[in-house]
């Protein structure tokens, strides 16, 4: 039987996915919930960040705190997309003010061995699931929520390289050396995405996000050998199974190949980052996907007055149709409650005024 849960209230979000007319741009924050609240340290004191992605009471408190503050369009489960290499086998810690960290990453050809697959996803990960069929129920309609899983490419590069900061010497020769076994096992990890994000939709996700947080890290050629083919995987199969689900695409630092993914791809959503103009991304797109970035999250350390300048030439830039608006990547534990805030808030008072005047 299928979850009933509470009458969305707020489709604005989803209405921008589908490219339908709106009449306020919509807006959410990549790591809208995180450290720069005092709500979301408070339950950090208490309890390890795995412990609370993996119990759904702390992981819907979490994800629904930046919803309570600010007059956001989407919430996005809070989880990590490290769950994923963890539910194949490999162990992950967050350490405190580092990152991720593996401590035993995968080294050599023969150490693919130790990655269980197939796998269970409803049996590994169903405490993701549990989190959000709950959160759900706990939004109350308020917004609709995002499920999300990293991309095949960067989480191969976690596990290769055992935790960020890198410059993914390891993950990219083994692109070079073994690219056969590469392609294995990025075709592992598509195959657990694929069934993580249809798990994540039958537990009441409303639209999925595909964080490709280090494909800027390769050359275009490479992009095109070892994500691109995975990544438009993911959106096909995924459609396949939800046709209707509408599905996000952040390939960061890659706008190079925002072309072909439109054209290739099943994403209603491609993201962007502050290093292309809001005028070439669109370019490059046309009205066939929605797009959604791009403010340098750095904007946010800047003063209300040069925020609010950069959003509206932002926004102009992008056009209020086919547009979601967001940072170009997540927020920053030193931000602050109150710049989130005007963030959001500037969004709605420019795309209003300039959707009203376009009438
Ligand atoms: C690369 C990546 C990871 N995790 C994620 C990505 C892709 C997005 C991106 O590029 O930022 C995705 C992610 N991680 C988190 C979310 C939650 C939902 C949200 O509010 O956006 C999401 C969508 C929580 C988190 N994930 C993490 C935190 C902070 C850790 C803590 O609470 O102690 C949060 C709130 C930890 C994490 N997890 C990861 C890193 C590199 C770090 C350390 C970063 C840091 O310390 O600032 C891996």
Partial sequence: MTEQFPVLKNDLFLRACNGEDVERVPVWIMRQAGRYLPEFKSVRADSDFFKVCQTPELACTVTIQPILRFPLDAAIIFSDILVIPQAMGLEVQMIPGKGPHFPDPIKTIDDLKRVQFPISVQEKLGYVFDAITLTRHKLEGKVPLIGFTGAPWTLFTYCIEGGGGTDLK????????????????????????????????????????????????????????????????????????????????????????????????????????????????????????????????????????????????????????????????????????????????????ISEDLIKHQK
């Fill in 170 to 349: 390891e993950s990219k020769l083994w692109l070079l050396q073994h690219p056969q076994e590469s392609h294995k096992f990025l075709q592992k990890l598509t195959d657990v995405a694929v069934d993580y994000l249809c798990g994540q939709i039958k537990a009441g996700a409303q639209a999925a996000q595909v964080f490709d947080s280090w494909s800027g890290e390769l050359s275009p050629q490479m992009f095109d050998e070892f994500c691109l083919p995975y990544l438009i995987q993911i959106s096909r199969r995924v459609k396949e199974v939800y046709p209707n689900v509408p599905l996000i695409c952040f390939p960061k630092g890659s706008n190079f190949a925002l072309k072909k993914l439109a054209e290739q791809s099943s994403y209603n959503v491609l993201g962007v980052d502050w290093t292309i103009s809001p005028e070439a991304a669109r370019e490059m797109v046309g009205l066939k996907v929605t797009l959604q970035g791009n403010l340098d999250p750095i904007t946010l350390y800047a003063g209300k007055d040069i925020i609010h300048k950069q959003v509206e030439t932002m926004i102009k830039g992008f056009g209020t149709k086919r547009y979601i608006a967001n940072l170009g990547h997540g927020m920053q534990p030193q931000m602050t409650p109150e710049m989130a805030e005007y963030f959001v808030s500037s969004v709605h008072q």
